[in-house]
């Protein structure tokens, strides 16, 4: 059986369509991947709620393919509408797609710091600061503590899928890890950094997560999977 899956992407993203088929290439199911694009070149709060309201036709269009699943995969899109936002978008999409498993990434990543049990956690964004901030109070809505975090800036978010790793990980030896239960290496699905996950642990000697692997282990649970894939850091290391 394959399961097809379903991905709500921004127009200018080409992360996602990579590191989300790559993650699930590791597990034994077999999976078929179908995105649906909605026009965002800018990451700034008017883009992001132009985005979001070409979403309806997005999950039309996924319909028509009759996904199993479908991941909404832009997180600061979610986040920067306000606390709680990824309830009222993953039910209003299920009314629109009732046969279908419902996930966002901003939903993900809350539910893979659940799954780690991981209270106090670090954050590495590509966002500006101003977006930084929301994804922070967002995160600390949810009842986490945001011990230290970094916006790297980028506001084109073609840039943002062209950060190399090298940055991203500067950023995160620059965090002051103490007392942090994981650290989210790139809260945003766009920025790449799928390759640095197991480097990253070894290094920090903690749980590092990403929106890409928080979304895998979305989707996986969501269709009732194993969340175990190798490679990809300690949130899918193991059942839970």
Do not use: K
């Amino acid at each position: 059986m394959t399961h097809r899956i379903g991905l709500v992407v921004p127009s200018s993203n080409v992360t996602v369509e990579t590191e989300i088929p790559a993650l699930l290439s590791r597990h034994a199911e077999s999976f078929s991947f179908h995105s649906s694009r909605m026009r965002m070149h800018t990451v700034s709060p008017e883009e992001l709620a132009a985005m979001n309201a070409q979403r309806e036709r997005c999950i039309d269009e996924l319909g028509d393919a009759r996904v199993d699943a479908v991941l909404y995969a832009c997180l600061v899109a979610i986040m920067a509408q306000g606390p709680g936002e990824h309830r009222r978008v993953e039910t209003a999409v299920r009314e629109q797609l009732p046969d279908a498993q419902v996930l966002s990434s901003a939903g993900a990543l809350v539910d893979a710091l659940t799954a780690l049990r991981a209270g106090r956690v670090a954050l590495v964004t590509p966002y500006v600061r101003p977006l930084a901030r929301q994804v922070v109070g967002y995160l600390e809505a949810e009842g986490f503590d945001v011990v230290d975090w970094a916006a790297l800036e980028v506001d084109d978010n073609a840039e943002v899928g062209c950060i190399p790793g090298e940055r991203v990980m500067e950023a995160a030896r620059g965090l002051d890890l103490t007392g942090a239960d994981a650290l989210v290496l790139s809260a945003c699905v766009q920025m790449p950094s799928l390759a640095l996950v197991d480097d990253a642990e070894r290094e920090f000697g903690l749980p590092v997560l990403s929106a890409a692997t928080a979304g895998a282990h979305s989707l996986l649970t969501g269709l009732g999977l194993d969340p175990v894939l190798p490679r990809a850091g300690s949130l899918l290391a193991r059942s839970r």
